[in-house]
């Protein structure tokens, strides 16, 4: 029972210290059953609580933009394997996460339903301000950045084998997001769609706060606008 007011949680029966537990397991990357194990919260109950907390953190990020100064904006694809004959951008199957990453900062994601131009280009408009100067690869989508007002857009040849670019063009940050997004999620062995917004957001949590103690910012957070 609860012995308590929760500060974190509201109008909750858990009390304070054992949710702190259940915390501190979720900001150690622990699995749902792991952290019931691990204080005696039913696996039923962590799994609610963990779907608080990710929506919590999700509603966070969106927050945390428009973004300026030195940023890169790439796509990716996340699911199933490469179905044969499927290949590069608009891999059959695959969920298509948009990205913008501010130069040795944060980087934010979204979900998009395709790589077109309108597609990337209103999701920029909305994330990444005017003065900004950008970073891309070679895709066709990027044609209308200079139109759209970003002055200073400068793009890395993928297809020429020019990875790294010249100076600071280049588009590392949010590829090494990407490596990382990818390998932590296939711990999950796939994730339902109505999920991985979820997940993919938590992801971006935790990178943009690697340097930091995770949970302590996790109750920060949560101190400040608890769930309920």
């Given amino acids: 029972m609860n012995t308590g007011k929760n500060r974190y949680y509201k109008f909750s029966k858990i009390s304070e210290a054992r949710f702190r537990r259940l915390l ?20 039923r109950s962590v799994n609610a609580i963990y779907l608080k907390i990710r929506r919590r953190l999700a509603a966070y990020c969106e927050e945390q933009s428009p973004y300026s100064g030195e940023v890169e904006l790439d796509e990716s694809y996340f699911g199933p ?26 980087v934010y ?26 970073h891309t690869d070679g895709w066709r ?8 007002g970003y002055e200073k857009h400068y793009r890395v040849q993928h297809a020429d084998n020019e990875f790294v670019g010249q100076g ?8 090494s997001f990407w490596a990382y997004a990818k390998l932590r999620l296939s711990r999950f ?39 309920e």
């Fill in 189 to 227: 062995k796939g994730l339902p769609k109505h999920t991985f917004y979820l997940h993919l957001k938590e992801t971006e949590f935790r990178f943009n706060n690697r340097r930091e103690d995770i949970y302590k910012r996790l109750l920060k957070l949560l101190r400040e606008r608890p769930i």
């Fill in 81 to 106: 394997r490469r179905i044969r004959g499927k290949r590069g951008r608009g891999a059959g199957g695959k969920t298509i996460v948009f990205g913008v990453f501010k130069r040795n900062g944060h």
């Fill in 24 to 43: 501190r397991a979720f900001a150690m990357d622990l699995t749902a059953s792991d952290a019931a194990r691990l204080t005696g919260i039913s696996l």
């Fill in 168 to 175: 600071s063009n280049h588009i590392n940050g949010i590829e």
């Fill in 141 to 148: 989508a990027y044609d209308g950045l200079v139109d759209l």
């Fill in 109 to 134: 994601t979204e979900i998009v339903p395709d790589a077109k131009k309108k597609t990337l280009l209103q999701v920029v408009r909305g994330r990444v301000t005017l003065d900004s100067v950008v």
